[in-house]
């Protein structure tokens, strides 16, 4: 069976945004699918040491409930992502951003995610 693709982007870093593409990700990489797990210049802060997950407003309740639930951290759940096998990039980030990666990404230019879209059995962003 041929191998699917699927590329998935994360366009922001609230607590409720960071989630569902890592969750896709995981998923496609388990079923055994090529996976890019790209991020958006706001999304970018998913991926530093120092990102701490905080809900939109009036969303507050939800970083209680993950915990009540022992969902797993952000950062833990793109560490899975990494083990099975995603591809981290990162879309035109500025050259003076800082940020200190908690995985490595290479960065590419956005017409290089949308050929790789284009070309993938599935994209999705969130």
Avoid: C, T
């Avoid at 003076?96 to 960065?107: K, V």
């Amino acid at each position: 069976m041929e191998k699917k693709k699927v590329v998935v982007m994360a366009l922001h870093d609230e607590l409720e945004s960071a989630y569902p593409p890592l969750n896709v990700a995981v998923g496609a990489a388990s079923s055994g699918a090529d996976v890019i797990l790209a991020f958006s210049r706001r999304g970018v802060n998913i991926l530093d040491k120092r990102y701490v997950s905080v809900p939109s407003e009036d969303l507050e309740y939800l970083s209680n409930a993950l915990n009540d639930f022992g969902v797993s951290s952000v950062h833990d759940l793109l560490g899975i992502a990494v083990e099975m096998g995603a591809q981290l990039y990162v879309v035109d980030l500025d050259v003076n951003d800082r940020f200190d990666f908690i995985h490595p990404a290479e960065q590419v230019p956005i017409k290089w995610l949308l050929n790789e879209a284009a070309a993938a059995d599935l994209f999705m962003h969130f």
